[in-house]
């Protein structure tokens, strides 16, 4: 199996792939870790949540820093005619209060670093409480055999990548203040782990071990418990027995709309993709019916999307929080005549700033992408995955066609940067997504979550999936979202291509542009009046999609970081 496994891998590592039709079995994982251990059970005979639940636990030793125990997430999947939606994202303490957030004199503590590191943003875990309900609902095959990859991997270990060393070197003044961390992370000398150096965690082993043997309830009753409760509180993490007993993982029904002549379904509030993927997407359907087809990379391009995408923005930054505290359910707006008003109000928008400079418009269905790599990199550095990519995201489609998509995260890099000692997993620091000020749908309060903008995808065309997908990147997921989607039905390009294109974000009154796009543009726009920062905006999606039902799958993983989007042959897999 390995020696199929490290061929797959030569031929699709961060690329793009064509597969035939029906279900072949297709992951996009962070790592090679988490492929493994899902490709592993998948050759056992487990299904497409035994290869998650196997992978999700990988990644927690993999990519410590973007999820794990100590985090939570939103799972979607779609089995046997049916949408399963989990919401086991982070919830707030019974000592959380409106106020957690300000200083003496009532205004918001500073972000980075004081609001996201030490005790006072950790909220109640949900990772495992989430995996648990998933594999008890869908799974195949023992909880137990599904965390042995990881088990393994934790003790054995593996050695540190570029990636990895790079965000050590940026969180380790931050991290390194928590004794137990700098002991998981240090390499014994004062300093954090070097590319290269091995990375063991027995102590994760043994925790995982324990979840293992006792099920998902073992880290929220009894013993574990217990432990991990007193040896957080010895950094004043205000979390108790209670708030553990009182934690459930939410079953609300995703966001369901239309777009492109497909189904599609997206995580629920308190995740904000609900509102900011499916408005944007529907607006920009309903743009490019009535005008051209710009050039991919255009200053037109970049304006409809930009405006697009600030709107709603604006509209989840009002709104979206946690319900019932949200004052906007996205799936009444979509299709509503609210809805229709603000695409009046985008296109005037968009002409405001179209008017500003003098652009030829000109329609390119398919436009041509450089491709400077094998691994399906275009006109962008592979050597990062750029600042701002929080969170992790994976998609997997097995050959019984059973879809699931699951973003996880414990936000901030290394989360809160505590480390729980004697079993070796992250705080998260997720109370740190709430709004700072009071009197807001998303500030903070007892037992709520707080907004995300994870935003795992599910695509249907009638009853057949054409598309799993979603992103990891904090803030900037469902702008990679939008945009890997509009690239991919409305300028037509292959998967690979989609997601290989340079990107565009507005951020708080910033338009931040790929240094890859054409040296004109950032004039362009800066005439149409923004204010156009160089910077990569660092996301990383990973994506199993076919045009339509009659179209092969093609598969991908961002080519911008270490990830893996590879198949499986049904013929291959273990009896």
Not at 181 to 205: C, K
Not at 287 to 293: F, G
Request: net charge neutral; glycine share 10%; charged share 20%.
């Amino acid at each position: 199996m390995m020696k199929l496994l490290r061929a797959l891998v030569a031929l699709t590592l961060v690329s793009g792939v064509s597969l035939p039709n029906a279900y072949p079995f297709a992951i996009s994982m962070p790592t090679q870790g988490s492929a493994e251990a899902a490709i592993e059970i998948l050759n056992k005979g487990g299904n497409a949540t035994d290869a998650m639940v196997a992978g999700a636990f990988a990644l927690n030793v993999t990519q410590p820093y973007n999820m794990g125990l100590g985090g939570g997430g939103f799972y979607l999947a779609h089995a046997g005619g049916k949408t399963y939606f989990w919401n086991s994202r982070e919830m707030a303490p019974a000592s959380a209060s409106e106020k957690m957030f300000l200083d003496k004199d009532g205004k918001p503590i500073n972000y980075y670093p004081e609001r996201v590191t030490g005790p006072n943003p950790v909220g109640v875990p949900g990772t495992v409480a989430g995996l648990w309900a998933a594999h008890r609902k869908l799974g195949k095959l023992p909880w137990k055999m599904l965390l042995a990859p990881a088990i393994r991997l934790a003790h054995d270990g593996f050695p540190i990548t570029s990636h990895f060393a790079d965000i050590l070197e940026e969180e380790w003044p931050r991290i390194s203040k928590f004794p137990t961390t700098a002991a998981i992370f240090g390499d014994g000398e004062g300093g954090h782990l070097r590319v290269g150096r091995m990375l063991r965690q027995p102590l994760l082993a043994k925790t995982l071990e324990t979840i293992a043997n006792g099920g998902g309830e073992a880290f929220y009753h009894g013993e574990l418990a217990t432990s991990w409760l007193a040896e957080a509180a010895r950094f004043g993490v205000k979390i108790d027995q209670a708030d553990l007993d009182h934690y459930r993982v939410a079953t609300p029904l995703p966001i369901e709309f239309k777009m492109f002549g497909l189904r599609a379904l997206i995580s629920a509030p308190p995740s904000a993709g609900g509102i900011m993927v499916a408005g944007s997407l529907r607006f920009l359907e309903h743009y490019y019916r009535l005008h051209d087809v710009p050039a991919a990379d255009s200053a037109t391009r970049v304006i409809v999307t930009t405006e697009t995408l600030r709107y709603f923005q604006n509209l989840r930054n009002d709104t979206i929080a946690d319900p019932p505290a949200g004052t906007l359910d996205p799936q009444t707006y979509l299709g509503s005549t609210e809805e229709k008003k603000a695409w009046v109000v985008i296109e005037k928008n968009i002409t405001d700033h179209r008017d500003r400079i003098e652009t030829r418009v000109t329609t390119q269905p398919r436009p041509t992408v450089r491709v400077l790599a094998a691994n399906g990199a275009a006109l962008h550095d592979t050597s990062s995955e750029g600042a701002h990519s929080h969170t992790a995201h994976m998609s997997i489609l097995d050959d019984a066609g059973m879809s699931v998509a699951y973003t996880s995260t414990i936000e901030q890099w290394f989360g809160s940067g505590i480390a729980v000692a004697k079993h070796g997993f992250l705080l998260n620091n997720e109370l740190s997504d709430f709004t700072a000020e009071a009197g807001k749908p998303n500030s903070p309060a007892a037992g709520k979550r707080p907004r995300s903008n994870m935003s795992p995808m599910l695509l249907f065309e009638g009853t057949k999936p054409v598309g799993v997908l979603g992103c990891a990147g904090g803030g900037r997921i469902p702008t990679v979202l939008v945009e890997l989607l509009e690239n991919y039905y409305i300028h037509k390009m292959t998967l690979r291509e989609a997601m290989a294109f340079p990107r565009f974000h507005p951020n708080e009154g910033k338009l931040e542009l790929d240094p890859s796009y054409p040296t004109s543009l950032p004039a362009k726009l800066h005439d149409a009046g923004y204010d156009v920062a160089s910077e990569k905006v660092g996301a990383t999606p990973h994506a199993l999609m076919r045009r339509t039902a009659a179209d092969a799958w093609e598969v991908a993983a961002e080519p911008r970081a270490d990830g893996m989007a590879l198949t499986v042959d049904r013929a291959k897999r273990g009896k």
